[in-house]
């Protein structure tokens, strides 16, 4: 049952995009380019956000990147290799 109502609204919101003007179309392209687009793909899902357009690749790769932790380089502390000549 749940998932008659999962594929009922994903073929819902296919239509809505079908009918959105051919100007509507061009703005979604354009969105679906930049990182507002990455969020809400975050946000729906992938099946949601495969339907406006957003890869489910890039989809993929957004949580990949958010997932890795960020490596910082540590500062080398100062030592005796540090001192310049005088």
Do not use: C
């Not at 930049?34 to 793909?41: D, F, G, K, R, S």
């Not at 975050?42 to 990949?64: C, M, N, R, S, W």
């Amino acid at each position: 049952m749940e998932n008659d109502a999962h594929g009922q609204y994903l073929e819902d919101v296919q239509k809505r995009i079908m009918n959105l003007s051919d100007e509507e179309k061009t703005m979604l392209i354009e969105f679906r380019r930049t990182p507002e687009a990455n969020l809400v793909a975050k946000i729906v899902g992938p099946d949601i956000a495969g339907l406006g357009g957003v890869e489910v690749d890039q989809f993929e790769d957004a949580i990949t990147r958010e997932s890795q932790p960020q490596q910082q380089e540590m500062p080398t502390p100062p030592g005796l290799g540090m001192r310049r000549p005088q």
